[in-house]
């Protein structure tokens, strides 16, 4: 007898699945055979201690689920996704202020000091058109009369009086 059919022998045993005649021929077997004794003996025990822990006292039930936990750790974590994601923008701004301060210092010399005046030769500020009320801060008018009135110093400039012409070398005015 090979040694599969013999443990699914046994288990059967063990059982109590074993019609009687089979049962016969394997203990008339076991008898000669020491070893598979043994082994029938172990299993046998196995199948005692199973039925006894499956057997001891009713059978427990779970606790409830709890669902009301699940969802107040799921707002709770999307409240601390949220809180992370306006903590760092907020800490990007310090640094970006904290960075321009470090790079720029405030000093009273450079503190509330209006930039120079452009103004053309032979005006004044106040003459100016460019410095009219009503041409506003952002006013295209104002800016070009403004740059206009300046002189630049003599240098070379390229000149293109068409996107069409080829651009060449000439002299500033």
């Known amino acids: 007898m090979d040694s599969e059919t013999l443990?699914?022998?046994m288990l059967?045993?063990?059982?109590g699945a074993l019609p009687p005649d089979c049962e016969a021929l394997l203990v008339a077997y076991l008898e000669t055979r020491t070893k598979a004794a043994a082994a029938?003996?172990?299993i046998e025990q196995t199948v005692d201690l199973a039925r006894r822990a499956l057997a001891e006292g009713p059978a427990q039930s779970l606790p409830a689920f709890p669902a009301d936990r699940l969802m107040r750790a799921r707002q709770s974590y999307?409240?601390?996704r949220v809180a992370k994601g306006v903590v760092g923008v907020a800490a990007s701004i310090l640094i970006g202020f904290w960075t321009h301060a470090m790079l720029f210092p405030a000093t009273p010399s450079n503190l509330h000091q209006p930039g120079p005046a452009l103004v053309a030769q032979g005006e004044s500020p106040r003459d100016s058109q460019a410095n009219r009320e009503d041409?506003?801060?952002w006013s295209g008018r104002r800016l070009y009369e403004q740059a206009s009135g300046t002189q630049r110093p003599f240098s070379r400039r390229v000149i293109w009086d068409s996107p069409v012409s080829t651009p060449h070398a000439g002299d500033a005015i």
């Open 7 to 9: 443990d699914r022998l």
């Open 12 to 15: 059967d045993r063990g059982l």
């Open 40 to 42: 029938c003996r172990e």
């Open 78 to 80: 999307w409240v601390r």
């Open 135 to 137: 041409a506003g801060f």
